[in-house]
């Protein structure tokens, strides 16, 4: 089963916030919300991750609903460099939900000029 | 500098011929993964490894075997490759808890 679901694609304008939702409505307590992205076929990078609070790096930001059965990561002023695959998780920090990690099929980010 | 290492990055063989994946990291994380990605199909989990001598299957670990006899290394075997595991194949790692640091991908057709 997915622990997540995300839109398989979207669009976004040049210079302008890119939002990204993920649904995570089975998440347990001690699970994080992490991002991914894959540019091509290179290895996916690490963007940022939360487990209640909103968090913000220089990368993005990171919205968790109240219930945490959701999140939407923002990229602020999406470039053309940031069209690819994003990828949401969770990952546990003892058990099962730790190790085996199911990344799924993302979504498609373009960004468009 | 931190990182995750593929061997080869590309590699082009034949049915039946026995190969390994070499993955090696600098950090001294105990956690190490492996993944392939397929067209349309995302990034499955062939195995993991939560430290020294411990790993587990992931979502499809039919056709490949791993080891992890030191914490740095965690190469995949593939005994006799067949055509469906033609893949892009990444290597990931991490402490315990924390982000996945992921290997450049290795590229592998099987003819």
């Known amino acids: 089963d997915a622990k997540t679901t995300q839109p398989t694609s979207m669009d976004c304008a040049e210079g302008r916030a890119a939002n990204l939702p993920c649904n995570h409505s089975t998440i347990s307590g001690n699970e994080y919300v992490y991002w991914y992205r894959q540019i091509h076929s290179q290895g996916p990078q690490y963007i940022i991750h939360?487990?209640?609070n909103n968090e913000t790096n220089e990368m993005a930001s990171l919205i968790i609903t109240e219930d945490r059965k959701s999140s939407t990561l923002i990229l602020p002023h999406a470039t053309l460099r940031d069209t690819a695959v994003y990828y949401c998780?969770?990952?546990?920090?003892?058990?099962?939900?730790?190790?085996?990690?199911?990344f799924g099929k993302g979504t498609l980010l373009t960004v468009n000029p | 500098e931190a990182q995750v290492t593929q061997n080869p990055r590309y590699l082009i063989t034949v049915t039946g011929k026995k190969l390994t994946v070499t993955c090696s990291q600098n950090m001294n994380h105990e956690y190490m993964s492996w993944y392939r990605q397929d067209p349309g199909l995302g990034l499955r989990q062939i195995y993991y490894s939560m430290n020294v001598e411990v790993t587990d299957k992931g979502d499809v670990p039919e056709g490949y075997k791993v080891s992890r006899k030191e914490k740095r290394n965690f190469p995949l075997i593939l005994e006799s490759p067949s055509p469906n595991q033609t893949s892009l194949y990444f290597c990931?790692?991490?402490?315990?808890?924390?982000?996945?640091?992921f290997g450049e991908g290795s590229r592998l057709t099987v003819l």
């Open positions: 939360g487990l209640k």
């Open positions: 990931a790692s991490s402490n315990i808890i924390g982000e996945l640091f």
């Open positions: 998780i969770v990952r546990g920090n003892s058990g099962g939900s730790n190790y085996k990690l199911t």
